[in-house]
């Protein structure tokens, strides 16, 4: 199953180049879901959500993927993992920086 969140943060299954609305499984996950948790509930609901949801798509309507605008897969990430590819920049940027300072 391949879950996305498009448009306007709706959730949906993709099965070939058609996106299956299932955002009131969304809608009720988020709901019991505590309000401090960290983390996307739906994807910490999986587990117990996936016949669920793969039913509620078999039975909706598909809108070809090209007519939606996908957003992040996950709606709220507990952390962030980034490659600094600008690093040799700033390593010459705080060098520069030091040999200013210490004129």
């Given at each position: 199953?391949?879950?996305?969140?498009?448009d306007?943060d709706?959730?949906?299954v993709?099965r070939g180049?058609?996106?299956?609305?299932?955002?009131?499984?969304?809608t009720?996950?988020?709901?019991?879901a505590?309000?401090?948790?960290?983390?996307?509930?739906v994807?910490?609901a999986?587990?117990?959500?996936?016949?669920?949801?793969e039913?509620?798509a078999?039975?909706a309507p598909?809108r070809?993927?090209?007519?939606?605008?996908?957003?992040?897969?996950?709606?709220r990430?507990?952390k962030?993992v980034?490659?600094?590819?600008?690093?040799k920049a700033?390593i010459?940027e705080m060098?520069?920086?030091?040999a200013?300072s210490?004129?």
């Amino acid at each position: 199953m391949k879950l996305c969140r498009y448009d306007d943060d709706r959730l949906g299954v993709v099965r070939g180049d058609l996106v299956h609305d299932v955002t009131p499984a969304q809608t009720e996950i988020r709901a019991a879901a505590p309000y401090a948790m960290k983390g996307d509930a739906v994807i910490a609901a999986l587990p117990q959500w996936r016949a669920r949801i793969e039913e509620m798509a078999a039975k909706a309507p598909g809108r070809p993927v090209s007519e939606v605008r996908l957003l992040s897969p996950v709606a709220r990430p507990s952390k962030l993992v980034a490659a600094p590819t600008n690093y040799k920049a700033h390593i010459e940027e705080m060098a520069a920086r030091a040999a200013i300072s210490s004129i």
